[in-house]
């Protein structure tokens, strides 16, 4: 087995204890500069209006009835004035799609293995586990945007839940989806499920995609159901 050594010249040796040295000295002259900053921070005083000067054994001296000055308090921090306000279109309960079953999930840019295909790709959606003609569902209330069919995906509707958050389905059967312009209701059956060419190989599933604002995101964060 090779071994690695990293080799360290007395040069650099000696470079490094003379660094460590002046940063000893710079950082006890910071700390005795802080010590100081802090006693005259913490006992600052209000100049008199009249200063009361005399001579003193040939020095002249002034009599200063110094007052303190009482520093304002910062006011503490609380979870309220620090917590962020959540701008995140999707909140709220949703509905799943079809079932629990997660077959492949979203994959966020990373390449996957793809069965059908047999190669390595990016998953942008999850696949939920089904059976052919199974029931699959409105994640939320929506306006169909558009059906078409798509010959890598298969039968696909997309639903636009407002926003700037839409969901793509894939894989439905040809004749059992809602229709372009129709309004559904959360938990609505939209369509049976059918086959996706693309992932074939998978098994009866169906393929969604989330998009908000254009980009696509994670389903399952998208549906606040992420852990």
């Known amino acids: 087995m090779d071994i690695k050594f990293t080799k360290t010249s007395k040069f650099s040796l000696l470079k490094t204890g003379i660094y460590t040295v ?37 020095r002249i001296e002034a009599d200063v009835p110094a007052t303190k000055v009482t520093l304002p308090q910062a006011e503490p921090i609380t979870e309220e004035t620090t917590q962020k306000p959540d701008n995140l279109p999707f909140t709220g309960s949703f509905a799943l799609p079809l079932g629990t079953e997660i077959l492949k999930d979203y994959s966020d840019g990373e390449m996957v293995s ?39 995906w298969g039968l696909v509707a997309e639903i636009d839940f407002g926003n700037t958050m839409t969901a793509k389905y894939c894989g439905l059967k040809s004749g059992t989806t809602v229709k372009k312009g129709d309004t559904v209701k959360k938990g609505e059956a939209i369509g049976k499920l059918g086959t996706i060419p693309i992932e074939q190989a998978d098994g009866p599933h169906l393929h969604i995609e989330i998009t908000v604002n254009g980009v696509i995101v994670d389903p399952l964060a998208a549906m606040n159901r992420a852990s």
């Open 22 to 58: 002046l940063a000893i000295c710079v950082a006890a002259s910071g700390i005795g500069t802080y010590s100081f900053m802090k006693k005259t921070y913490e006992t600052v005083t209000e100049l008199p209006t009249e200063i009361d000067w005399h001579n003193q054994g040939g």
């Open 114 to 152: 793809s069965k059908t295909m047999g190669d390595w790709r990016v998953h942008n959606g999850i696949d939920f586990t089904g059976i052919d003609s199974a029931d699959v569902f409105a994640i939320q209330t929506g306006t169909v945007t558009d059906v078409y069919d798509d010959p890598m």
